[in-house]
């Protein structure tokens, strides 16, 4: 689907800028998808950036470069371009949805009290909404008066779907949201999940006996992988750098980046 979306995309916005913010799109969701709340954040940050910068370059008003670029100066301009002249996505919708994912991001982390309820989970969620319904309406623009409309309307239906994280943490205990997942699988995502800290064994096995295996297949799973991990003596467990690129097909093959 990225490559679908970059062709379209590209017919009326820069490609070094579009090719930058579908490669921090990706990532965002990557992040979104493990958990990783404020890693996600600020990828989409970053998209914000790449998508300011191919939105007001195709406008005409190519941004300052480096140290000069301002967020807050390119969405200035874009809103004093003439009404009638550019489509309303360019001069007001992009840049004010721009602006509030890009006041969270810039903020990721610096809201949070250890007394209160994090807000990282709910920033990222709106964040991540949010960049689906710009990267939408960038499509629909760079498609006006095309006559694959279908087409374009099958991937801004799938870009604003609500997208939920594969990996759920409560308290510790991880569960994880995969089709046709097996102990193996839960087992090198747990680790990947934990990596560079350790898991201990007896740990590994109650993962993934939590997520649907029986004890006898969650110890079989286990024992299968521990050639891929590090054991100090005492069975605590962490991957080698085989492990994790095994985690990585997995989270590929199953559609999960």
């Known amino acids: 689907m990225e490559g679908q979306i970059r062709t379209l995309l590209i017919s009326t916005f820069p490609k070094p800028h579009v090719d930058s913010l579908l490669r921090h799109f990706v990532a965002m969701t990557q992040e979104f998808g493990k958990g990783e709340w404020e890693h996600s ?83 990222a ?24 409309m279908e087409e374009a309307g099958r991937l801004v239906a799938a870009l604003t779907e609500r997208k939920y994280p594969f990996v759920e943490d409560v308290d510790g205990r991880l569960y994880f949201h995969i089709r046709k997942k097996t102990g193996t699988d839960v087992a ?12 201990a064994k007896r740990d590994l096995i109650e993962t993934v006996k939590r997520n649907g295996f029986k004890k006898a297949n969650a110890r079989m799973a286990v024992q299968r992988i521990l050639r891929l991990t590090d054991n100090d003596g005492n069975d605590q467990l962490r991957l080698l750098m085989s492990g994790l690129k095994e985690a990585d097909r997995i989270m590929q093959e199953r559609d999960l980046t």
């Open 125 to 148: 969620i709106v964040s991540v909404s949010n960049c689906s319904w710009i990267l939408a309406e960038m499509i629909r623009i760079s498609q006006k008066g095309a006559t694959d």
């Open 41 to 123: 954040i600020g990828k989409a940050g970053k998209f914000v950036e790449a998508t300011l910068k191919a939105v007001a370059i195709s406008a005409g008003k190519a941004p300052p470069t480096g140290r000069a670029f301002k967020v807050d100066g390119v969405i200035n301009t874009l809103g004093q371009l003439l009404d009638g002249s550019f489509d309303d996505g360019i001069r007001l919708t992009i840049p004010r949805a721009a602006r509030f994912i890009y006041d969270i991001a810039s903020n990721r982390g610096a809201r949070h009290d250890p007394d209160k309820i994090s807000p990282n989970e709910m920033d």
């Open 188 to 199: 090198l995502l747990a680790l990947a999940r934990r990596y560079p800290k350790r898991l």
